[in-house]
């Protein structure tokens, strides 16, 4: 009787983890690097170092007006007006083994640059400020996105709806303030 149990359990618990993760998604070679998943396989996204770009308006004396005018403006810059990961679906499926297994709606960002194709580069309006204290800050749209646990320790992350365009995932550097911003970029055709 406790054999036939035993088995029982030992059938049930196997076959409710054959259901649990039926799909066979191949894992990524290195942490904190997201790939596309495809029917091909993994593809590796571009990434590039982010170079933050201040522009700054010194303060204007406007005699009409009687008041000072200035501020200052920020954008993240990438090199080139388009990635050279191009996609033709408006829904995406990444793998990711993360450093530390946390919420990655805390640390990861989805944005959308605007190609800027007389300067060949890529922007993202970081914030503004202006001397009377106004300010604006990330005001672009993020990307939703959900995702899931895959095989303990990887994520599964897939974005619904997408239109074209250029896009970067960031990951928030919260140990070293000081590090380079790096960025992982696709476009969507």
């Given at each position: ?131 009377w204290g106004d300010e604006k800050i990330n ?51």
């Open positions: 009787m406790k054999k036939a149990i035993f088995i029982t359990a030992l059938f049930f618990s196997i076959s409710l983890n054959s259901f649990s993760q039926d799909e066979n998604i191949p894992l990524p070679d290195f942490v904190n690097s997201l790939y596309l998943i495809t029917n091909d396989g993994l593809v590796k996204l571009e990434k590039q170092e982010s170079k933050v770009n201040y522009k700054v308006k010194a303060a204007t004396y406007i005699p009409y007006a009687n008041f000072f005018a200035g501020g200052v403006k920020g954008n993240l810059i990438i090199k080139s007006a388009k990635s050279t990961v191009r996609l033709n679906s408006n829904k995406l499926r990444f793998i990711l083994q993360p450093e530390v297994m946390e919420d990655p709606s805390t640390y990861i960002k989805i944005i959308t640059f605007k190609s800027n194709t007389k300067k060949n580069q890529r922007e993202f309006f970081t914030g503004s400020a202006n001397i005001e672009l749209e993020k990307i939703p996105f959900t995702f899931k646990k895959y095989k303990d320790k990887y994520l599964l992350i897939e974005i619904n709806s997408i239109s074209r365009g250029e896009y970067g995932i960031m990951f928030n550097v919260k140990d070293n303030l000081n590090a380079e911003l790096i960025i992982q970029l696709f476009g969507i055709d």
